[in-house]
C-alpha cells in the first residue's frame, strides 16, 4: 500500500513538472511571433529557462541517489536562477525602458549571478546554502533543508520579480482597454509562492520550489489565448500619443489614455469591436485621405494631429494597424500664419507693383522724350534712379511670391538647372563650374531663380572674372554654390539674408532675402559656411 502511495505521488510530481516544461518550450516557439526584437527574446528566454527549470526538477525529482539528487538540485538552482534575468528583460522591453540595453545593468547582473552561482556549487564545502538527506516520504526521494543564505538570495529574486509586476502594471495601467486577463496571468507566476511555503509548513508536501508550474500556466495563458491582446496592449501602451489599435476589419482592439482625451467616444470600454468608423466617422474620415491631418476641437481650441500607421502582423497573416496621433498644433498654427502672413504679403506686392508701375511707365515715357531733346547729365542720372525703381519694385513681387508654399515639386537635375540660370546672368569672363548630376525634387522655376540670385551675388560681389562652382555636400544632403571672390565678412554673414541688406552701392538687398524664401518654400534649410578663401552657400534638401 505504502509503496503504491509513493509510486503515484512521485507520478504526480513528474508529471506536474514534466508538463509544466514542455508548456513552457511550445509556448517559447509561439511566442516566436512577437515582431519586437527585445521583447521576444526577453520572453523566449524567460519560457526556455522555465522551462529546463522544470525539467531538472523532473530529474531531481525521479532519482533516490543522494549525490545525483544534490548535482540535478544544484543544476536547478542555476536554472532558475536565470529566470530573473529573462524576466526583468522581458519586463524592460515590453514596457518600452532601455533598463536591459544599460551595460553597468548587464554586468552588475552577471557578476552577481556568478558570484550566487559559485556559492550553490560550491555547497558540499560550505554546507552554508543547503542541507540534503534521503527520505521515503512522500516518496523516496533526497529532501534538501535550505539555510538561511538560500532564504536571503530567494528574498532577493522575489524582489527583484517584483519589478518586473511594477514595470508591467505601469504599463497596463496606461491602457484604457481591461487588462485583467493579463493581470490574472501574471499573477499565476506567484502564485506558487504559497505552495512553497505550504511546503515547509504541511506534512506530505514536499519542500521544493514550484514557481516553473506558474510560470508555464502565465506561458500557456499568453501564448495561446491572450496573445493578441498582449500585443495590442504593448502597441497602445508604447507612447505617450494618443494610440489606437485596429484589427484587420479595422475595428477598434485597443487604446490608451491619451486617445480617450482624442476621441471622447473612447472612454466607453464598450467600444471594443466597433468599427473605427462608427465610433469616429470623422477622424476616420481624415485618415483615408492623402493628408491625414485631424482637427480636434478641444477646451475652447483646435488642436491638430499628424495620423501615422504602423502595421503589424503574425507570419504572413495581417492583423491590424496601430494608427499613432502625433500633436502638430504648434507647427500647423505656424503654417497657418506664414500662409496669411505670404497672402497679404503678396496683396501689398501686387498692390504696390500695380500702382506704382503706372506712374513709373509714365515717367520713363516723358524722360526719353526729354533726352531725345536735350542731353544733360542730369537726366541720365533721373533714368538710373527710375530704372532702380523698376528693379525694386520687381524684387519685392519676387519675394513676395517665391515664399510661396509648394504645391507640386518636380524631379529635376541641378546641373541641368544651374546652366539655365548661368544663360540669364550676364557676365563676359566669369565661368561656372558643375560637379553635380545629381537629381532633387523642386519647384523648376524656384530652383532656378534661386540660381539665378546666387550668381548674381557672386559676379556682384567677386568680380567679372569670379569662378562660381555648384557641387554636392559631402554628406550628400543638398549641394552648395561656392565662389573663388572677396568673400563676406565673418561679422556681415547674419545678415547677408536680411532684406535691403547689400554691400553694392547699386544692390536692391533683396537677392538673398529671395534666396532664403526659396529655400523655406521648398522645406530646405541655407547656411552662410565659414571658409578661409571666397564665398560657400550651402543648401540642405
Given amino acids: 500500500m505504502i509503496d503504491g502511495l509513493s509510486i503515484g505521488g512521485r507520478f504526480w510530481y513528474l508529471a506536474v513538472f514534466g508538463l509544466s516544461?514542455?508548456?513552457?518550450f511550445v509556448s517559447a516557439v509561439r511566442v516566436n511571433r512577437i515582431a519586437e526584437g527585445d521583447t521576444r527574446r526577453g520572453l523566449v528566454a524567460l519560457l526556455l529557462t522555465s522551462g529546463g527549470w522544470a525539467l531538472a526538477h523532473v530529474a531531481y525529482l525521479a532519482t533516490a541517489d543522494q549525490q545525483l539528487g544534490v548535482f540535478l538540485y544544484q543544476i536547478?538552482?542555476?536554472?532558475?536562477?536565470?529566470?530573473?534575468?529573462?524576466w526583468l528583460y522581458f519586463c524592460s522591453a515590453y514596457t518600452g525602458r532601455s533598463l536591459h540595453r544599460d551595460p553597468r545593468i548587464r554586468w552588475t547582473a552577471v557578476v552577481a549571478f556568478l558570484a550566487i552561482v559559485a556559492v550553490k556549487l560550491t555547497n558540499n564545502l560550505h554546507g552554508l546554502y543547503f542541507s540534503s538527506e534521503v527520505v521515503s516520504t512522500p516518496f523516496p526521494h533526497v529532501a534538501i533543508t535550505s539555510t538561511t543564505l538560500h532564504?536571503?538570495?530567494?528574498?532577493?529574486?522575489?524582489?527583484?520579480?517584483?519589478?518586473?509586476?511594477?514595470?508591467?502594471?505601469?504599463?497596463?495601467r496606461h491602457v484604457s482597454h481591461d487588462s485583467r486577463p493579463l493581470l490574472l496571468l501574471l499573477g499565476l507566476t506567484a502564485l506558487p509562492v504559497g505552495f512553497d511555503v505550504l511546503g515547509m509548513l504541511v506534512p506530505g508536501l514536499m519542500e521544493i520550489t514550484y514557481e516553473p508550474v506558474g510560470v508555464a500556466a502565465f506561458a500557456v495563458g499568453l501564448s495561446f489565448v491572450y496573445f493578441e491582446r498582449f500585443r495590442t496592449i504593448r502597441l497602445a501602451g508604447d507612447?505617450?500619443?494618443?494610440?489606437?489599435?485596429?484589427?484587420?476589419?479595422?475595428?477598434?482592439?485597443?487604446?490608451?489614455?491619451a486617445a480617450t482625451r482624442?476621441?471622447?467616444?473612447?472612454?466607453?470600454?464598450?467600444?471594443?469591436?466597433?468599427?473605427?468608423?462608427?465610433?469616429?466617422?470623422?477622424?476616420?474620415?481624415?485618415?483615408?485621405?492623402?493628408?491625414?491631418?485631424?482637427t480636434v476641437y478641444r477646451d475652447g481650441e483646435t488642436r491638430y494631429y499628424r495620423v501615422t500607421e504602423q502595421q503589424f502582423s503574425a507570419s504572413q497573416s495581417s492583423l491590424g494597424r496601430a494608427l499613432v496621433f502625433t500633436d502638430e498644433t504648434h507647427r500647423e498654427r505656424y503654417r497657418n500664419e506664414l500662409e496669411r502672413q505670404n497672402d497679404r504679403l503678396d496683396s501689398f506686392a501686387s498692390m504696390l507693383s500695380h500702382d506704382l508701375r503706372n506712374p513709373l511707365n509714365v515717367a520713363q515715357g516723358r524722360l526719353e522724350l526729354a533726352r531725345d531733346q536735350h542731353d544733360s547729365e542730369h537726366l541720365e542720372a533721373a533714368a538710373g534712379a527710375l530704372d532702380r525703381i523698376e528693379g525694386l519694385i520687381e524684387?519685392?513681387?519676387?519675394?513676395?511670391?517665391?515664399?510661396?508654399?509648394?504645391?507640386?515639386?518636380?524631379?529635376?537635375?541641378?546641373?541641368?538647372?544651374?546652366?539655365?540660370?548661368?544663360?540669364?546672368?550676364?557676365t563676359a569672363e566669369a565661368k561656372l563650374v558643375v560637379e553635380t548630376d545629381r537629381d532633387i525634387e523642386a519647384d523648376p522655376d524656384r530652383l532656378q531663380r534661386l540660381f539665378e540670385n546666387l550668381f548674381r551675388n557672386a559676379v556682384e560681389h567677386g568680380g567679372e572674372s569670379v569662378t562660381v562652382?555648384?557641387?554636392p555636400l559631402?554628406?550628400?544632403?543638398?549641394?552648395?554654390?561656392?565662389?573663388?571672390?572677396?568673400?563676406?565678412?565673418?561679422e556681415k554673414r547674419e545678415q547677408v539674408f536680411e532684406s535691403g541688406y547689400s554691400t553694392a552701392e547699386d544692390g536692391t538687398g533683396f537677392g538673398l532675402a529671395i534666396v532664403e524664401q526659396i529655400v523655406a518654400a521648398h522645406e530646405w534649410g541655407v547656411e552662410l559656411a565659414d571658409v578661409e578663401d571666397g564665398t560657400r552657400f550651402e543648401i540642405r534638401t
Fill in 21 to 24: 516544461g514542455v508548456a513552457t
Fill in 76 to 86: 536547478g538552482l542555476v536554472v532558475g536562477l536565470s529566470t530573473i534575468g529573462g
Fill in 151 to 172: 532564504w536571503t538570495v530567494m528574498a532577493g529574486s522575489y524582489a527583484l520579480a517584483t519589478v518586473g509586476y511594477f514595470m508591467l502594471y505601469e504599463r497596463f
Fill in 239 to 257: 507612447r505617450d500619443n494618443p494610440v489606437i489599435v485596429l484589427d484587420d476589419d479595422d475595428r477598434i482592439q485597443d487604446y490608451n489614455r
Fill in 262 to 294: 482624442l476621441v471622447p467616444a473612447l472612454d466607453d470600454r464598450s467600444v471594443i469591436g466597433e468599427p473605427f468608423a462608427d465610433i469616429a466617422p470623422e477622424c476616420a474620415e481624415k485618415i483615408a485621405t492623402d493628408d491625414p491631418l485631424v
Fill in 395 to 426: 524684387d519685392v513681387l519676387q519675394l513676395a511670391r517665391q515664399g510661396q508654399p509648394i504645391e507640386e515639386a518636380d524631379r529635376v537635375t541641378l546641373s541641368a538647372i544651374a546652366r539655365d540660370a548661368w544663360g540669364m546672368v550676364e
Fill in 469 to 471: 562652382t555648384v557641387g
Fill in 474 to 490: 559631402d554628406d550628400g544632403d543638398g549641394f552648395f554654390v561656392a565662389d573663388d571672390g572677396a568673400g563676406i565678412p565673418a
